[in-house]
């Protein structure tokens, strides 16, 4: 293997006395020479030899694709019985002593057969079934076979940006694989996350305007993106009946004692909301009335069963649990900031308008729901997206009988609401979004989440989503968690995360054929998040009302109106 001479490799011959240069001259033959030979094979991939001179000949290709080929990240294609495997280079070393000669590792991607009449590779298929052996010769990739690589079939998909390296070959995402085994997008602050998620999702809305989908927003930034085409809430118009959470949810929001005193206050809240819900109109003739059933109930008739439980006890010193449900319950009703949920206007059965607003039921051309959460508060916050995932779920089980309506939901800041630390408060959120990601595809439900800490997410979820978009992460727990929840053969792609340039990604999984680098497009200003950097550098030379703009934010303040 050391005294083999790459000179000598078969390729078609150039013009005699030619003054074309060399790279000039590989390009121009309908086979391009060899860079190299495979010399150890194994199931996932294999170790190939390059000759450097060779990967510096084509290293001035005017082809960017042959130009790259046999760089870390890049592509390679091999022979093997007839047919081309392409493979991703995951990792370069020099041969000590053995001259002029690079040994790569590499993975494969796929085969595909080869064009008889020029060289080409066609019929492109994700797996391989045939194995090269050792000796047998590989060459770069050409634009012309990245284009048969990454082309979209003619299943439903949606393009979001150009292949890496290549500068008109699209990135494509099939709608129907991404959704159906959900998808995550991943990427530290400040790469264009939320730019890149507005991007997917108009492109999403834009292919299925009768679509539905449920995006949580926890700062505020997308309602900027779907003025034109999405429904948007926040605490002034969300009316988010509070008869609506479960019996767990009610226990979030009611409850504040620990210990033995917590499961107290539990059993006496699910007696008196048992009584509560009893007293409606709609909860007669049911035979299976519980304290999870979604019947409406008035707040005056669950403090009126607490009183009068109260009220039966022997002593006085045991209405402490009565007592501290009665003052959070009294605290919510009358705090301001809570009116969006507990308002006493929300007492009507309007459970099937609500849902059908939430989950544009019809579309009416605005596929998309964007609830804006940053004005709810803190302590509840969790409550509210558990009530809307839960649902979004819920809704699904019991429509199976009827025309199927898959929805999306997309949860932002994922890390929030699914947490590694099963000890946080917020379990509720924790516990349905955990479910949907292990059950929601059966029941038409998929999920999409986008964070910047994925190695704080629950163990289990990320691995479920059948489809990873990673964008530029900088913290080497995240990178790890990333590529121990991705299929072997993508692991040389992912190499690449901390390298990524702002608005690229790394996509692999079920959305892609195979793993790709891609560069997403611009997005027009008009369908922007809110998320832009301050630029410090101008916004600090300006100046002028500061004083009336500061009595405005006092006023918006206090007022809690924004």
Known sequence: ??????????????????????????????????????????????????????????????????ALSGQVGSQIKLEASAKWLLANVRALRVNEGDGDLVTAEIDFLGEGDEDERNGRLTNFKRGITSYPIPGNLVYPVTGADLKQMFAADDRAHIEIGTVYPTRDVRGALYIDALLGKHFALLGSTGTGKSTSAALIMHRICDLSPDGHIVMIDPHGEYSAAFKSNGELFNVDNLAMPYWLMNFEEHCEVFITS?????????DILAKCLLMARAKNRAAEGLSKLTVDSP???????????????????????????????????????????????????????????????????????????????????????????????????????????????????????????????????????????????????????????ITQRPSDLAEGVLSQCGTIIAMRLNNDRDQQFVKSAMPEGARGFLDAIPALRNRECIVCGEGVSIPIRVSFDDLERDRQPASADPLFSELWRQTGDEEGMVTRVVRRWRSQGR
Request: aromatic share 6%; with cysteine; glycine share 6%.
């Open 1 to 66: 293997m050391n005294d083999m001479a790459y000179s000598n490799f078969p390729a078609t011959p150039a013009p005699e006395e030619s003054t074309v240069p060399v790279a000039q001259q590989v390009t121009s033959s309908t086979r391009l020479a060899p860079i190299g030979r495979v010399t150890e094979i194994s199931g996932g991939g294999a170790r190939v030899q390059m000759e450097g001179k060779r990967l510096r000949e084509i290293g001035i290709d005017p082809d960017p694709s042959v």
């Open 258 to 266: 620990t210990g033995a005193e917590k499961q107290q206050d539990k």
């Open 295 to 449: 019947i409406p109930y008035l707040i005056s008739d669950l403090l009126t069963a607490i009183s009068n439980e109260m009220g039966l006890l022997n002593k006085a010193t045991d209405t402490a649990p009565f007592m501290r449900l009665k003052t959070k319950i009294d605290e919510l009703k009358s705090d301001p900031r809570y009116n969006f949920m507990f308002s006493g206007m929300l007492v009507g059965d309007s459970m099937a308008a609500f849902i059908a607003k939430i989950f544009r039921f019809p579309s009416k051309g605005k596929p998309i729901s964007i609830v804006d959460v940053s004005g709810v508060p803190s302590d509840i916050t969790s409550v509210v997206v558990a009530v809307l995932a839960r649902l979004v779920f819920d809704y699904a089980i019991w429509s199976r009988n009827e025309l199927q309506r898959p929805v999306l939901l997309i949860c932002e800041e994922a890390h929030r609401y699914v947490p590694a630390d099963k000890t946080s408060s917020g379990q509720s959120a924790r516990k349905i979004l955990e479910r949907i990601a292990k059950e929601g595809r059966k029941y038409g439900v998929a999920l999409g989440l």
